[in-house]
């Protein structure tokens, strides 16, 4: 169990357009999705934390108008870079938590395969 | 002072060797602990948690906690060139759903043949 999928794995694009990722939760369902950025021999830095049924909540720094969240179902949280520019050229990458067969196991993250973003 | 600190590496070592990776960290609120594996342009792979001072074993990898220290270890046993990867030490004050993690800068490994 625990497979998150995305969608697409990779994706070039023209300054000034927007692009939609797709993070899907595959065998388990997930109230919250996480995502983040990373950028060449860098660590994850988190972007927002989507919420299924509410507005996502953003870390600091990041535009919201710019990196659109929606959390539309219980296994679909989708990621829209809009009006990208060469600058947001990184790999983004969701995660979900998952509790496990068990009760008493405690939550952990899952991550997808990532997407890399090329703005031209 | 960044709230985890991991040194970058690159880490060379040969096959069968063993490899200690390490973190530190400043805010004593971290209380869940998780070592990722991340392959090039792939997304990171859970290999161990741990929410407790101590050791925990799982196959060949052995995760290690101190809190009084702030310090959290990896051990690999048996290194092989498969485990030739980026290691991100992450951590957590709590265990919910909405938990944030807080990643290190990841240190890559190189396992030589």
């Known amino acids: 169990g625990a497979v998150v999928s995305q969608h697409p794995s990779w994706v070039i694009c023209k300054s000034g357009t927007s692009v939609k990722i797709e993070c899907r939760s595959l065998d388990f369902q997930a109230t919250t999705m996480f995502w983040y950025r990373q950028f060449p021999k860098q660590s994850l830095m988190l972007m927002a934390t989507?919420?299924?049924?509410?507005?996502?909540?953003?870390e600091q720094g990041v535009e919201k108008d710019k990196f659109l969240i929606n959390h539309a179902s219980l296994t679909l949280s989708t990621l829209t870079v809009t009006s990208a520019h060469p600058e947001d050229s990184s790999f983004y990458i969701c995660?979900?938590?998952?509790?496990?067969?068990?009760?008493?196991?405690?939550?952990?993250?899952?991550f997808g395969p990532g997407t890399r973003l090329t703005v031209l | 002072q960044k709230e985890v600190e991991q040194d970058p590496g690159p880490l060379s070592v040969p096959e069968g060797a063993i490899v200690s990776l390490n973190c530190t960290y400043s805010n004593s609120a971290f209380q869940y602990f998780m070592w990722y594996r991340q392959y090039s342009r792939k997304g990171p792979e859970l290999l161990m948690y741990?929410?407790?001072?101590g050791n925990k074993e799982d196959g060949r990898f052995t995760a290690q906690v101190d809190k009084s220290s702030k310090y959290i270890s990896l051990f690999i046993r048996d290194s092989q060139p498969s485990d030739s990867a980026t290691y991100l030490c992450?951590?957590?004050?709590?265990?919910?759903?909405?938990?944030?993690?807080?990643f290190g800068t990841g240190t890559r490994l190189q396992v030589m043949l």
């Open positions: 995660s979900a938590p998952w509790t496990g067969a068990t009760a008493s196991s405690t939550d952990t993250q899952y």
């Open positions: 992450a951590m957590s004050p709590n265990t919910g759903t909405a938990s944030k993690l807080t």
């Open positions: 741990t929410y407790s001072s």
């Open positions: 989507s919420n299924e049924g509410s507005k996502a909540t953003y």
